[in-house]
């Protein structure tokens, strides 16, 4: 299995990253990385971009360094009815869209809440994944997202940073075990993004593909395998 893609990069227009898109894309490139998202946090975070921001990400080129480039957004869902803080207009101007739960954003809530909330946005067709889902502080009912996840084309995201030892979301990887158990269950799409916040996380998905791999999860599951399928995956949801 072989990761060529990272979906999840904050530059320093997240406000709380430190890295500029020049050197996000030098990374990647260093790395190998075929293609890369740029997923800033929108303005309900604090210190978030300015819908300007990414409306005006079009005058990116479609290549750096030998890298593709996808322009993105990581927009915070705002309430459980599944209302999020950006509009269509915003989330129609970039290539593809990561909706998460983050606090400040939205308070933590139970299971059966947070699940409706989570199925909810799913059904926005300019939502292509559902970041960080393995964060135990917004318990999740697995089987239902992953069923949503399939029906409506959405990727369920294996956050590398959410990963590592120093994590700040606890107990991730017992709740990644059952969503990925599922995923294969199935037959549901995964994506894994590094959530980079400095450019050295750039492309740096091991701790993903370590529990991937002791899993033995399907690597045709994986979109990071295949940057061109991952493109026209994304792109067919937002089609519909
Ligand atoms: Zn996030
Ligand atoms: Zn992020």
Not at 59 to 79: Q, R
Not at 127 to 134: F, R, S, T
């Amino acid at each position: 299995m072989n990761f060529l893609a990272d979906t999840h990069i904050h530059t320093l227009a997240s406000g709380h990253a430190y890295s500029t898109i020049d050197e996000v894309l030098r990374e990647a490139s260093r790395k190998g990385t075929e293609l890369i998202a740029i997923t800033d946090h929108t303005s309900g975070m604090p210190g978030g971009a300015h819908d300007f921001y990414f409306m005006n990400l079009r005058i990116l080129p479609k290549e750096m360094y030998g890298v593709k480039i996808l322009t993105g957004a990581e927009v915070n869902i705002i309430d459980y009815e599944g209302n999020i803080d950006a509009s269509q207009e915003l989330m129609r101007a970039v290539d593809m869209v990561i909706a998460s739960l983050h606090p400040p954003c939205i308070d933590f809530s139970d299971e059966q809440t947070l699940t409706k909330c989570i199925e909810k946005v799913m059904e926005n067709p300019l939502i292509n994944i559902i970041g960080h889902p393995g964060d135990t502080r917004y318990p999740l009912d697995f089987e239902r997202i992953v069923k949503k996840a399939k029906a409506t084309g959405t990727l369920l995201e294996v956050n590398n940073a959410s990963l590592k030892p120093d994590s700040f979301r606890p107990g991730v990887r017992e709740s990644l075990v059952t969503m990925l158990g599922y995923c294969k269950q199935y037959d549901t799409e995964v994506v894994v993004g590094s959530d980079a916040h400095i450019f050295f996380e750039v492309g740096e998905l091991s701790e993903s593909y370590n529990l991937l791999k002791e899993l033995d999860f399907p690597a045709e599951l994986v979109m990071n395998t295949n940057s061109d399928r991952l493109v026209s995956f994304i792109s067919e949801k937002r089609l519909k």
